[in-house]
């Protein structure tokens, strides 16, 4: 048995070479400063990250022009007469009617598809007077009530479609607004220079539609006197 096997642990003596014992303490040595430097460089990045998530980075809106796009509301139909929990149908559609193309179309709807409701023990005032089954297809966005179709090109038409079931009774008067982005920056403008913008007088009524088969064509037909309007 070799000499060195019977001396307690403590009391060995490495047979390692001093240089070899020099080179493996640089590497060492060269492999933290790596890692410390890896550190630094990944919080760093964390910082960037966070003060661009803070609001430090590039404007959202940076990308948007600045000025005004004429447009042409060319149908804006929405039953003025309607009835619980039938389906109705609200349709804008809107013309570039000048020779830019505008950013990003967008339609808002005031107040909503919602009421106020004005009790304060409510952590949510909102109140659905339409349910929306069905918005504009690819048109959700960040903002409340606001739905965009992308750009719109000189002369074409973009049609902004909703499908809701009202679900309160009453009078409700439904406004909505153009615009050309969703960052106010590019404004949308009727013809005259005014704001492209119109308003449904809706009335719901709380008695179900009449509706009746007719012989001949076996369809369903609801005689419920609704008329589409808007201006």
């Not at 060269?30 to 919080?43: K, L, M, N, P, Q």
């Not at 960037?48 to 804006?76: H, I, M, Y």
């Not at 107040?111 to 959700?140: E, K, S, Y």
Request: with cysteine.
């Amino acid at each position: 048995m070799a000499r060195d096997a019977l001396l307690p642990t403590g009391n060995r003596t490495s047979t390692q070479p001093s240089s070899n014992r020099g080179a493996a303490a640089a590497r060492r040595g060269t492999f933290r400063a790596a890692v410390r430097r890896r550190a630094v460089v990944i919080g760093l990045g964390v910082a960037a990250a966070l003060v661009a998530g803070c609001g430090g980075g590039t404007r959202q809106d940076a990308d948007e022009p600045s000025g005004t796009f004429p447009v042409s509301v060319v149908k804006a139909t929405f039953p003025l007469k309607q009835h619980l929990a039938r389906q109705a149908r609200m349709v804008v559609a809107v013309k570039n009617t000048g020779t830019k193309t505008i950013p990003d179309v967008a339609v808002t709807v005031e107040p909503g598809f919602t009421t106020q409701d004005q009790r304060a023990d409510l952590a949510d005032q909102n109140r659905p007077v339409w349910i929306i089954d069905d918005g504009p297809a690819g048109g959700i966005t960040a903002t409340t009530n606001t739905w965009a179709l992308g750009a719109l090109k000189p002369g074409a038409t973009r049609r902004f479609v909703w499908k809701v079931t009202p679900v309160v009774p009453g009078h409700r008067e439904v406004r909505y607004r153009i615009a050309a982005g969703l960052n106010g920056k590019a404004l949308a403008k009727a013809a005259n220079g005014n704001a492209a913008e119109g308003t449904f007088s809706v009335d719901v009524n709380q008695k179900p539609s009449q509706a009746t088969v007719d012989p001949t064509t076996g369809k369903v037909v609801r005689d419920d006197s609704s008329t589409a309007g808007g201006g």
